[in-house]
């Protein structure tokens, strides 16, 4: 049997293809030496085979980073452990203030009010009624000094409080065996994550930070809040959470960012 051997155009700069693959894998794999292997064992015939295609102009290039980055994802998903925790801190390591992040400026954070406000809920959830606040904060609610860690590489230590998701996705009946829990935010930001990090016991529906109501530039009524995951993938200003087995993307990850979008 014989095998073709894929080639790449000699229009097209290969260290550079390279540089921009290993880029999307070190910034997104948490632990140094998987990321040092995949950095390592990435080549040009490794990126023509994650793509099914030859490298041959501009467009197979970059499907070749997308299937690279899917592929990361996928390796992100294999390793994570449901059962670890992310470190967590005293509150004398609180970042004070904490850093505002947004796509816009904190002028054009979003008003919620209150008493307007319902949580919808969709897709494979057998209760789908609509959730007050007040209904969220009478459930048990924890608290969490944990790292945010943002993809353009700065960190901030904060505190939140407010439901575990999972006992939240159980109440309410969501099928814990589907793939994807989807995120709408007032500001008109979505994502969505996979049903292990959802169901991880330090991911929060956050109503608080800092032993106080959630303020608006942090994402009230409520953001989700997950130690796991850098921080485009905690959505605030939630409106509405739905489940499915259809891939849902998200805001930035339709725009290139690893979907998984690890810590």
């Known amino acids: 049997m014989s095998i073709r051997k894929r080639s790449t155009s000699p229009g097209l700069d290969a260290p550079a293809i390279l540089k921009e693959a290993r880029k999307l894998l070190s910034r997104r794999i948490e632990q140094p030496t998987r990321r040092a292997f995949l950095q390592r064992t990435l080549s040009m015939g490794g990126l023509a085979l994650l793509s099914g295609c030859s490298l041959s102009d501009e467009n197979s290039v970059e499907q070749a980073l997308v299937t690279v980055s899917r592929f990361n994802d996928r390796v992100q998903g294999w390793i994570f ?3 670890r925790l992310a470190p967590t801190y005293p509150d004398s390591m609180i970042t004070r203030p904490f850093p505002f992040n947004a796509y816009y400026g904190i002028e054009d954070a979003p008003q919620v009010n209150e008493a307007d406000y319902r949580l919808e809920l969709s897709g494979l959830i057998a209760d789908k ?3 007050r606040l007040a209904q969220l904060r009478a459930m048990a609610q924890v608290d969490q000094v944990t790292r945010h860690i943002c993809v353009e590489g700065w960190s901030a230590i904060g505190k939140w409080g407010g439901v575990r998701f999972s006992d939240f996705l159980r109440t309410v009946g969501a099928d814990l065996q589907a793939k994807y829990v989807g995120f709408k935010c007032a500001d008109d930001y979505y994502t969505s994550i996979d049903m292990p990090t959802a169901l991880h016991p330090q ?5 608080t930070y800092d032993g106080q109501p959630l303020p608006r530039e942090y994402g009230f009524p409520m953001k989700l809040r997950m130690p796991t995951k850098l ?19 998200g805001y930035w990850e339709d725009q290139g960012y690893n979907w998984f979008g690890g810590s």
């Open 129 to 131: 009624r609509p959730w």
């Open 203 to 207: 991911t929060l529906l956050a109503l």
């Open 231 to 249: 921080g485009y993938k905690n959505p605030k200003h939630i409106h509405a959470i739905y489940v499915t087995n259809t891939y849902p993307g």
């Open 81 to 83: 452990d449901p059962n």
